[in-house]
């Protein structure tokens, strides 16, 4: 099992910052690829960043590509979401999540943060 705890969430005015961090225990960090999420008000759950297990390989939403970063540090356990010129639509509740797969295998997340809220506001 891993346990993930996000923080750094927080309203903002629309093209304004937030770094989230996504602290993991458990078993070893490094064998876990991880991704962040975002679920908004009424709308489904979406995929927005993932970063491989081994090479800090990215991948990124087309909606978020550009703006966001998402990076690692396995000696610290810890995962990232640097979010630039956030919009109003950026509003959601951010979920980090660990696979021990592919990291662009987005159904196969396996464990899941409690969510870290971001408001954007216009």
């Known amino acids: 099992q891993v346990q993930l705890v996000e923080s750094g969430g927080g309203l903002v005015q629309a093209g304004g910052s937030l770094r989230l961090s996504c602290a993991a225990s458990?078993?070893?960090?490094?064998?876990?690829?991880m991704g962040w999420f975002r679920q908004a008000p009424g709308k489904e759950r979406e995929f927005v960043a993932a970063?491989?297990?081994?090479?800090?390989?990215?991948y990124y939403a087309d909606s978020v590509k550009g703006r966001f970063t998402i990076s690692r540090d396995n000696a610290k356990n810890t995962v990232y979401l640097q979010m630039n010129s956030l919009k109003p639509e950026d509003t959601a509740v951010y979920y980090c999540?660990?696979?021990?797969?592919?990291?662009?295998?987005?159904?196969?997340?396996?464990?899941w943060g409690q969510g870290t809220q971001v408001t954007v506001s216009s």
């Open positions: 458990g078993r070893t960090f490094s064998n876990y690829a």
């Open positions: 999540a660990a696979t021990p797969g592919i990291y662009t295998l987005v159904g196969s997340y396996d464990y």
């Open positions: 970063i491989s297990r081994s090479f800090g390989i990215t």
